[in-house]
């Protein structure tokens, strides 16, 4: 039984500020047709710009995934796009009051509940899947990065990190379904390394960062000054570590949160595909860079895979209905003229025929043709590759 793609019920809004620019927006869901997938809309720009959750529309990975399209740009999709995959909603117009989409706690999980809220709703059309047929690999040498993706009948994704620290060490992070996102996987939350954060403060990227938003991972030891600098800059009345290794947050949800999180920003990124996914992805030191260049990876599969569902199979090796000797006595062609070399099948309405690209015996390839009587010539015919 064919599954039915989803939308979301009536609208629904959230309000919150952009991680890297600090600004505030709300974000509006709405309901949206079928085969619409997911799209931005700038309602705070002249024309109410229309930006595709596309990969093709990439233009940065640093710290987050960035689309830009009809001249607009919409900053930190990947959290938002995580909590549409993760319910399985196909369809959804996600409107934006600014150029960046809202930190909220750092995960997924308002995103989910927001979503839950407006009601999901089944629409009259069949849900159309990639489902990958054979392997497929990337590997970012310099980044230490390494994918996989292998035939599977659901969407699974297994995900390692090891950043080279023994407070976070190596952790690992799975689910077998789409339907465990949102029990295993939305609430995890963004993390960063404390080293990190005191470039990104330095360079003035995180206006919107704020302990409520983010893991805090300590992997040296602080003197008191720098806390103090810290509470400072953050409006805290006082930082310190709370839980061993994490700074003035509470205790994880997950003991792997961080390597949960980054299966997250997986599961959002690899929505720019441009719909659901059959394959179960491997994924070592993942980051946003190279979830983008094996998405990209993963759409031209798709290309191709939809263009071969329109091919038909025949086997080049059956005896023809009417051999190559014989249409040369029914017809006044010859080679290199001789349209077709063999026909396969043949009725009152139809007939499929067969030209190989050399007329000799030992061609190296084939295409097929079938032709209805029925149907104008102008009609593209259907074009068949050998089994």
């Given at each position: 039984m064919s599954e039915k793609q989803r939308t979301i019920k009536t609208p629904v809004s959230l309000k919150g500020r952009g991680l890297h620019t600090g600004m505030e927006a709300t974000i509006t869901f709405k309901p949206a047709p079928v085969n619409h997938w997911y799209k931005f809309k700038r309602i705070d720009l002249p024309g109410e710009p229309i930006i595709d959750a596309d990969v093709d529309n990439v233009t940065d990975t640093e710290r987050g995934t960035t689309l830009e399209q009809n001249g607009a740009k919409i900053a930190t999709t990947e959290h938002l796009l995580a909590a549409l995959v993760g319910l399985e909603i196909d369809n959804a117009l996600i409107e934006v009051s600014g150029p960046e989409v809202p930190i909220m706690d750092g995960s997924s999980k308002l995103f989910v509940q927001a979503l839950e809220k407006a009601g999901i709703v089944e629409q009259d059309a069949n849900r159309v899947y990639f489902e990958l047929k054979d392997n497929l690999t990337y590997e970012d040498a310099p980044g230490h990065i390494e994918m996989l993706a292998v035939p599977q009948d659901t969407f699974r994704l297994t995900v390692m990190?090891?950043?080279?620290?023994?407070?976070?060490?190596?952790?690992?992070?799975?689910?077998?379904?789409?339907?465990?996102?949102?029990?295993?996987?939305?609430?995890?939350?963004?993390?960063?390394?404390?080293?990190?954060?005191?470039?990104?403060?330095?360079?003035?990227?995180?206006?919107?960062?704020?302990?409520?938003?983010?893991?805090?991972?300590?992997?040296?030891?602080i003197p008191k000054e720098k806390l103090d600098y810290l509470a400072k800059v953050f409006n805290k009345t006082g930082i310190e570590i709370k839980y061993p290794g994490i700074l003035n947050?509470?205790?994880?949800?997950f003991y792997n949160e961080p390597a949960r999180h980054k299966l997250l920003d997986m599961v959002g990124d690899l929505a720019l595909v441009g719909m659901p996914i059959k394959a179960h992805i491997l994924a070592a030191r993942p980051g946003h860079s190279g979830?983008?260049?094996?998405?990209?990876?993963?759409?031209?599969?798709?290309?191709?895979?939809?263009?071969?569902?329109?091919?038909?199979?025949?086997?080049?090796?059956?005896?023809?209905?009417?051999?190559?000797?014989?249409?040369?006595?029914?017809?006044?062609h010859r080679p290199p003229f001789l349209l077709v070399d063999k026909i396969l099948e043949l009725?009152?309405?139809?007939?499929v025929g067969v030209k190989n690209v050399t007329y000799k015996r030992r061609y190296v390839s084939s295409i097929c043709l079938i032709v209805s009587a029925l149907k104008p010539l102008r009609e593209r015919p259907t074009v068949f590759t050998p089994i």
């Open positions: 990190v090891d950043y080279n620290s023994p407070m976070l060490g190596t952790q690992h992070a799975t689910i077998y379904k789409v339907s465990e996102f949102k029990d295993e996987i939305a609430a995890c939350r963004t993390f960063v390394f404390l080293h990190e954060l005191e470039m990104l403060l330095k360079h003035n990227l995180i206006k919107g960062g704020d302990f409520d938003n983010a893991i805090v991972l300590v992997d040296r030891e947050n509470t205790k994880l949800n979830n983008v260049a094996f998405a990209k990876k993963l759409k031209e599969a798709a290309k191709k895979d939809r263009f071969k569902k329109g091919v038909g199979k025949y086997n080049p090796n059956v005896v023809p209905l009417i051999g190559i000797t014989e249409i040369m006595h029914l017809l006044p009725s009152g309405t139809h007939v």
